[in-house]
């Protein structure tokens, strides 16, 4: 099915705040998957939906985190298409229940092209691909590393696995985070090497569009603070800004 609107989210982290901060979260995000839903708008997710998040498929334990989105999810994935989902830094520790879901999955990147216009999709945190030129931190590699997650398993219960993912996330979202210029400066690297139109990723919660001279980047900054997002229709690239009340986009102005 060819869409003529396409939604990227990034950076929701839902779970990191107080129970009322959280629901406002969930309910502005749902009023969002509802919507594109009803206008047939396709939705990429681009990494760390969750603040923490990890599955134990020997014990049969999935978070309970996000089930209402994780529902609304479902019906979209379901009655309209696949949403792709890029994991990042903080959900990356999934196995098959994003699938089961419906979501389409991505752990690393993808390259996309609509309208003749070619994509770059990352959540920001590197990729593990060396024709992109973006590796990522030794430290990322290890988190994600098959032999590392089965230690970690065995050792906590999924309890305290969680427990400790969520005090370890609190820290790092915190410290990684804000500073936009090295991902600008990958940025501007990797469009010197590769044929791109539009590189779009998140993870530094900065919400711009920066210009080069062979194409944008656009960061999506968060929703959870945000509500920002990029829309990609017949009128080209826009970062805007979701607005839950009245069920629209609009432009942010913000890095202006």
């Keep these: 099915m060819d869409f003529s609107q396409h939604v990227f989210i990034s950076d929701v982290h839902l779970g990191a705040f107080s129970l009322e901060t959280n629901k406002q979260i969930e309910q502005d995000l749902i009023a969002l998957i509802q919507f594109c839903k009803q206008e047939q708008i396709k939705i990429y997710i681009l990494g760390d939906l969750f603040d923490y998040w990890m599955e134990y498929p020997e014990k049969g334990f999935v978070p309970e985190l996000g089930k209402h989105v994780l529902d609304t999810f479902e019906d979209y994935n379901k009655s309209v298409t696949p949403a792709l989902y890029i994991t990042g830094n903080h959900d990356n520790w999934t196995f098959g229940h994003f699938e089961e879901r419906g979501f389409e999955i991505e752990p690393n990147f993808r390259l996309l092209e609509l309208n003749d216009k070619r994509f770059l999709l990352m959540h920001g945190d590197g990729v593990a691909a060396n024709k992109i030129d973006f590796p990522r931190a030794a430290f990322h590699r290890l988190?994600?590393?098959?032999?590392?997650?089965?230690t970690y398993q065995k050792i906590l219960s999924p309890e305290a696995g969680l427990a400790t993912m969520k005090m370890f996330s609190s820290i790092t979202r915190r410290r990684n985070n804000h500073n936009p210029e090295p991902l600008n400066r990958q940025a501007k690297r990797i469009f010197g090497r590769h044929n791109l139109d539009f590189i779009i990723s998140g993870?530094?919660?900065?919400?711009?569009?920066?210009?080069?001279?062979?194409?944008?980047?656009?960061?999506?900054?968060?929703?959870?603070?945000?509500?920002?997002?990029?829309?990609?229709?017949?009128?080209?690239?826009?970062?805007v800004k979701w607005k839950a009340a009245?069920?629209?986009?609009?432009?942010?102005?913000?890095?202006?």
Excluded: C, W
């Design 203 to 239: 993870h530094d919660h900065v919400p711009r569009v920066e210009t080069f001279s062979r194409g944008d980047y656009i960061n999506l900054g968060t929703f959870f603070n945000h509500r920002t997002m990029a829309l990609y229709n017949k009128e080209g690239m826009q970062l």
């Design 143 to 150: 988190l994600r590393n098959p032999a590392f997650v089965s």
């Design 246 to 256: 009245s069920k629209n986009f609009l432009p942010y102005e913000g890095n202006k």
